[in-house]
């Protein structure tokens, strides 16, 4: 005994013309679903309420004679319907394919400003540790074994410039380029130089 599937193909088209020729598909000419009250919010369920109040005020008297459509209106709703179907189609893909573009433009600036941090291709030693053996890779014309080298000598320590002060250098000044070690010294050090100056202006 064969069962028929109640959602095959057939029986949707079945029940979407019927909806067709009653009216009452929604303004997508889609059919309308029974909505999930449960995934609804408070507000959600108090809008749905009232439409539905207002749908059913709107419905004619059960004595009144029902509207009798011709052929021509049937398929002029049925071309409507579809063409509002198409065009909600058309939407979809227009949406789909501006989101698809976006993620790739993304994509791309990502790549652009990720190839700015990426180092020149310039010869350098490669260092390579397995758990077999320790590896050392070096360019092509680069002489080996490596030239001995020295460590550079650390430069000497200098003193505070002003008279009298043994601290070491913090800092040179901007104007006379004497070191200094603190703030008294500084001002110490341009009093100094401005009466330096004057006596060279009076000679």
């Not at 004595?63 to 709703?77: A, F």
């Not at 540790?129 to 200098?158: K, Y």
Request: aromatic content about 4%; hydrophobic content about 30%.
């Amino acid at each position: 005994m064969l069962l028929q599937d109640a959602g095959s193909p057939s029986d949707e088209e079945e029940k979407w013309l019927n909806a067709l020729e009653a009216g009452e598909l929604d303004d997508m000419g889609e059919l309308k679903r029974d909505r999930d009250t449960s995934m609804m919010t408070a507000r959600q369920r108090s809008l749905l309420l009232r439409q539905e109040e207002s749908s059913q005020q709107e419905e004619m008297p059960a004595d009144s004679v029902p509207v009798v459509m011709t052929e021509e209106q049937l398929e002029y709703r049925k071309q409507k319907a579809q063409r509002r179907k198409q065009q909600a189609q058309e939407k979809k893909e227009n949406d789909k394919k501006k989101t698809v573009d976006r993620l790739l433009n993304k994509q791309d600036n990502k790549r652009g400003n990720r190839g700015r941090f990426l180092r020149k291709d310039e010869p350098r030693i490669a260092y390579r540790q397995t758990l077999q053996q320790i590896t050392m890779s070096f360019p092509v014309g680069m002489d080996f074994p490596l030239p001995a080298q020295r460590a550079s000598e650390p430069p000497a320590i200098q003193f505070c410039g002003v008279p009298g002060c043994t601290n070491r250098k913090k800092y040179a000044c901007a104007q006379t380029g004497v070191p200094l070690c603190s703030l008294a010294c500084y001002k110490r050090n341009l009093e100094t130089h401005r009466r330096e100056l004057s006596e060279l202006a009076t000679a």
